[in-house]
């Protein structure tokens, strides 16, 4: 069974560094989602990708945060520079063009920023 | 923020038991989802019902809508312990915005 794929799942940084996220989604999936889940919280909407092209980054730290989706299939989540605040599970999920409302997870990174 | 607020918070029953789960919202939605989270995982979508539909069902889920009191219920019937996760639900306001989740409930199955 095809499977969201995300990396590292685990990663522990210093405040004030730099830190990147790898996420691969479902073959041929269209849409591409980041999301941030606090501790005890549902997931917060980061940013949105159409195939290349992002659809919504209105909830995304724009002066930290950075999100791509060059060739339209995988995608990076950068955070520079790190806050302790940023410590999270950052989860991205995909979805098909027929069945965009049912959105595929992978296992997440947990982050933790000391 | 946070649309759907799911009650209880936590929730704990023996095994074979039923479980019920609400999910509040403030408004009009296209769509209401239910996903799953075991612990330290990603979510798993569990059921989609849309506005017009008042319930679903899919094995031992069941799923109602209520547009008028912008509410939804999940029930898991003869709860196993794998069931133990966290559970939440997601609106879809309009087919073009993004969902929204609440804050999830959690519910332990005693074996």
């Known amino acids: 069974e095809a499977e969201v794929a995300q990396s590292p799942r685990y990663k522990i940084t210093e405040k004030s560094q730099a830190v990147a996220f790898w996420c691969d989604p479902i073959?041929?999936?269209?849409?591409l989602y980041w999301y941030r889940q606090i501790l005890g919280q549902g997931p917060e909407l980061l940013v949105q990708?159409?195939?290349?092209?992002?659809?919504?980054d209105s909830q995304l730290p724009k002066d930290r945060f950075s999100a791509e989706r060059l060739k339209g299939v995988d995608s990076t989540l950068k955070i520079q520079p790190a806050e302790l605040g940023d410590s999270a599970m950052y989860l991205c999920a995909s979805s098909s063009r027929d069945l965009r409302y049912e959105q595929y997870f992978g296992p997440g990174t947990r982050l933790t920023v000391t | 923020s946070q649309q759907g607020e799911e009650d209880p918070q936590a929730l704990s029953i023996q095994e074979g038991e039923n479980a019920t789960m609400n999910c509040s919202y403030k408004t009009s939605i296209n769509n209401l989802q239910w996903y799953r989270q075991n612990s330290g995982r990603g979510l798993v979508h569990l059921i989609l019902?849309?506005?017009?539909?008042r319930e679903k069902h899919s094995g031992r889920l069941r799923v109602t809508l209520d547009t008028s009191k912008k509410s939804s219920s999940l029930l898991i019937t003869a709860s196993r312990a794998a069931d133990t996760a966290s559970y939440f639900c997601?609106?879809?306001?309009?087919?073009?915005?993004?969902?929204?989740f609440g804050k999830g409930t959690r519910l332990s199955v005693i074996a």
């Open positions: 019902i849309r506005s017009n539909e």
């Open positions: 990708f159409q195939d290349e092209s992002v659809v919504d």
């Open positions: 073959s041929g999936h269209a849409t």
């Open positions: 997601a609106t879809d306001l309009s087919g073009n915005t993004p969902l929204v």
